[in-house]
C-alpha cells in the first residue's frame, strides 16, 4: 500500500466532502490521532476495516481511495480464539492505565483541600462528563469556583495515570491476531491526548468507543449496543476486559465473553488473558 499516496488521496477526498478530521473521525468512528496519522502517511498498514469505514462516509469505493486494486483481507482479522472470540474490547481506566485517583491527591495539595472533598466533587460531575452532557471547560469551571483556583483536570489526569505495560502488550498481541477495540467511560479528549503521549500503544484499531461522544456510559444497556454494533460479531464473539465487575455482568448479560482484570496483581490477569486468547486450532 502507499501509504503517502493515500494519505494524500484522503485529506483530499475529506476536504472535497468539506469535512474537518473531527468530522470524520466521528463519522467512520476514528480515533483523532489514528485518522491524522494516516494522513500525513505515519501508520504503514492501515487495515482495511478502517479504510472501509473511511471510504463509505467519503462515498468512495476502497480502490478509489486507495489507488490501486483492493488488496485480501489479512487471514488473521478472521482468527477467533478458542471460546470463539473474534472482537477483544478493553477498558482503559484500571486495565491499560492506573493510578488516575492519584489526581485526586495531587488537586488537594495544590487547593488545600481534603482528597474527600476533592473526591466527592469529582464523582459530583463525571458522569455528566463523561456522557459528553458537560464539556471540559464546563468541568474546570466549576472546579475552579469550588476550589477558588484556576482548574485543568486533564492535566492533573495525564500526569498522575501510568501505563500498565503487561495489559498493553497483551493489548499488542491481540491486535496482531484479532480485532481489537477499547470501551472506556472517559472524559472528552483524553483518549487522543493519552495517544499524543504515548500513553496508549499507536494501533489500528478497529473500534474506540468514547463514552463522551457516544452519549452513554457503562454499565449501561446503550454504550454496550453501540459497541456490539460496531464491533459487527455476534455478541457470543465478544469479549470484554475490564476492572469493573458491574460493567462486566452488564455486558455477559448482552451475551458477551467477560474475564475481570486486577489492576493490583496485573501478570496474574495477564496470564488469564493470553490463555483466553489462545487461538482456535
Excluded at 490521532?33 to 468512495?60: D, M, N, W, Y
Excluded at 465478544?238 to 496485573?266: Q, T, Y
Aim: charged share 30%.
Amino acid at each position: 500500500m502507499d501509504e503517502a499516496g493515500l494519505g494524500k488521496r484522503l485529506q483530499m477526498a475529506r476536504k472535497a466532502a468539506g469535512l474537518t478530521q473531527q468530522d470524520l473521525c466521528h463519522k467512520a468512528k476514528l480515533s483523532y490521532s489514528t485518522l491524522a496519522k494516516i494522513e500525513r502517511g505515519a501508520i504503514k498498514s492501515p487495515s482495511v476495516f478502517t479504510i472501509q469505514s473511511v471510504a463509505e462516509v467519503l462515498h468512495l469505493s476502497l480502490s478509489d481511495l486507495m489507488g490501486e486494486e483492493l488488496p485480501e483481507v489479512p487471514k488473521q482479522a478472521k482468527r477467533k480464539t478458542k471460546s470463539g472470540v473474534r472482537f477483544i474490547y478493553f477498558d482503559i481506566n484500571g486495565c491499560l492505565v492506573r493510578f488516575y485517583h492519584r489526581a485526586f491527591s495531587k488537586i488537594a495539595k495544590d487547593t488545600g483541600s481534603a482528597v474527600d472533598v476533592v473526591e466527592t466533587t469529582f464523582w459530583h460531575y463525571n458522569d455528566a462528563v463523561c456522557r459528553g452532557e458537560m464539556s471540559m471547560d464546563e468541568f474546570n469551571r466549576l472546579l475552579a469556583e469550588r476550589f477558588d483556583c484556576m482548574m485543568d483536570f486533564a492535566r492533573y489526569y495525564l500526569e498522575a495515570i501510568e501505563p500498565i505495560k503487561e495489559t498493553q502488550e497483551v493489548l499488542k498481541y491481540a491486535a496482531e491476531h484479532y480485532r481489537v477495540g477499547l470501551l472506556s467511560n472517559i472524559m472528552p479528549g483524553l483518549i487522543d491526548d493519552m495517544f499524543a503521549r504515548d500513553i496508549l500503544p499507536e494501533l489500528t484499531y478497529d473500534s474506540i468507543i468514547d463514552s463522551s461522544k457516544v452519549g452513554a456510559l457503562k454499565p449501561e444497556p446503550k454504550i454496550y449496543e453501540i459497541a456490539q454494533d460496531w464491533a459487527g460479531c455476534k455478541p457470543e464473539e465478544v469479549l470484554l476486559i475490564d476492572d469493573s465487575r458491574a460493567n462486566l455482568m452488564a455486558a455477559e448479560h448482552m451475551g458477551w465473553k467477560v474475564m475481570w482484570f486486577d489492576d493490583v496483581r496485573p501478570e496474574e490477569s495477564v496470564a488469564r488473558v493470553r490463555d483466553a486468547l489462545e487461538p482456535s486450532r
